[in-house]
């Protein structure tokens, strides 16, 4: 027996009052157990419907907390519901909300993603020094293929060049997400190194060199496991090797400095193998930018703090919005940048044109899969059109 659902759109449902929205969920769900012959259907339970009502507007699977619901019931309920937004007949008739509409920013987590907390560190992007500071450009490249050659960023300041490897060419944005993997390991560390020495013990500084598995990269970048996630990390890891970046101040002003060229990792080997030839172990210098940006004993780092959702952002240039928006917007607050000023800031090969494009269709998408801590708009400005974020306000869920 089919049952026809005519499902609000995200964007209606948004509209709900917080009791119309529990009210639509549990009708929706009566008609999911009505379309699959379940004649015995209870209510949902009230505990579930904060989490449905994240579910209904994100569609994403993690939202449910599968993995943490305990009580059998619940967690039939919920994935009832899940599968069949998701995989049965349900997702053919919501097909129509949006045929052509804009790419969602997040993908979907990987399968065993409820554990990430477990296993990883907090997420930290580079030191903010005055002299070496990545957050104010793209430090990777925005194309979905590698990109040889390099990009050259000219600001207020400084000129900032990035050149990639003659074979393996210029960094790109899940490359740097070792490097992300990198910074956090040793912010852990040297937070566990100023609890022991509150302790009255007397721990040593951090090790210049540390060695992840491939499984603790690929879980904290909150990827798969497949084969191929395996043979991407090599390439991955010979691009941040080969990879230079220069900094040149410009300014007498400037807060830089002159800076010789440096890369994102100083060396890595392959320390073991599995049988089937994949990297088991790597062995990674931190160079020493990097290394004393984060140790620092006697005050605490300038480094940022990032969403986990970040690994999830799908495009590259939504990544380097995200990172924008960190810096200027903050804990808390708002940061506006103008279109050409983006533009000329991300290292994108794309015209004007295409780029303006590219952000609006990400503005559009975070409406209904909301952008990780803030909120995008593009306004009309003075001199062109410019993109304004705001950080949203942690808000706690009813139930």
């Known amino acids: 027996m089919k049952v026809k659902l005519d499902l609000l759109s995200r ?23 009505q379309a699959r012959g379940q004649t015995d259907a209870r209510p949902l339970p009230k505990e579930s419907l904060p989490l449905l009502r994240r579910f209904y ?13 305990r ?26 909300e949006t045929p052509s ?28 020094k005055d002299d ?23 600001l207020k300041d400084a000129v900032i060049t990035i050149e990639g490897g003659a074979e393996v060419g210029i960094v790109t944005a899940y490359d740097y997400d070792i490097f992300i993997h990198m910074i956090s390991h040793l912010a852990w560390a040297m937070r566990q190194y100023r609890i022991d020495e509150a302790k009255g013990l007397r721990p040593s500084l951090p090790p210049r060199t540390y060695r992840p598995s491939a499984a603790e990269i690929l879980t904290f970048c ?35 400095r002159a800076a010789e060229s440096f890369p994102l990792i100083s060396r890595y080997k392959v320390v073991s193998r599995t049988r089937q030839d994949k990297i088991d172990q790597v ?3 931190i160079p020493d930018w990097v290394y004393t940006g984060v140790v620092t004993p006697h005050a605490a780092p300038s480094i940022l703090t990032l969403n986990t959702d970040y690994f999830l952002i799908a495009k590259p240039l939504a990544r380097y919005i995200y990172r924008i928006a960190r810096k200027s917007a903050g804990q808390s607050g708002v940061a506006e940048y103008g279109l050409e000023t983006l533009h000329h800031r991300s290292g994108s090969m794309m015209p004007f044109r295409k780029f303006r494009e590219s952000v609006l269709g ?15 708009v593009v306004l009309d400005g003075k001199n062109g059109e410019k993109l304004r974020m705001v950080r949203r306000v942690p808000t706690q869920i009813a139930a």
């Open 11 to 33: 964007e209606q449902f948004s509209e709900l009052s917080l009791h119309a929205k529990n009210d639509y969920l549990q009708d929706v769900a009566a008609r999911i157990a």
């Open 71 to 96: 009580d059998p019931d619940l967690r039939a309920a919920l994935t009832s519901f899940a599968e069949a937004l998701h995989l049965g007949e349900v997702k053919q008739l919501i097909a129509h």
């Open 57 to 69: 507007s994100r569609r994403r699977r993690s939202d449910l907390a599968l993995e943490a619901t």
């Open 222 to 256: 909150r990827r798969g496991q497949g084969g191929k996630q395996y043979e991407q990390l090599e390439y991955s890891l010979d691009r941040l090797q080969a990879t230079r970046y220069k900094i040149t101040r410009i300014s007498p002003d400037s807060k830089r």
């Open 101 to 128: 509409g804009p790419t969602p920013t997040l993908r979907e987590p990987p399968p065993d993603d409820a554990q990430l907390s477990f296993f990883v560190p907090s997420v930290h992007d580079a030191p903010l």
């Open 362 to 376: 990400i503005v559009e998408a975070a409406k209904t899969d909301p952008f990780p801590d803030y909120d995008l």
């Open 283 to 285: 062995e990674i210098d």
């Open 132 to 154: 070496i500071n990545l957050m104010d450009i793209a430090p990777f490249s925005l194309a979905k293929t590698v990109r040889h050659g390099s990009i050259r960023y000219e």
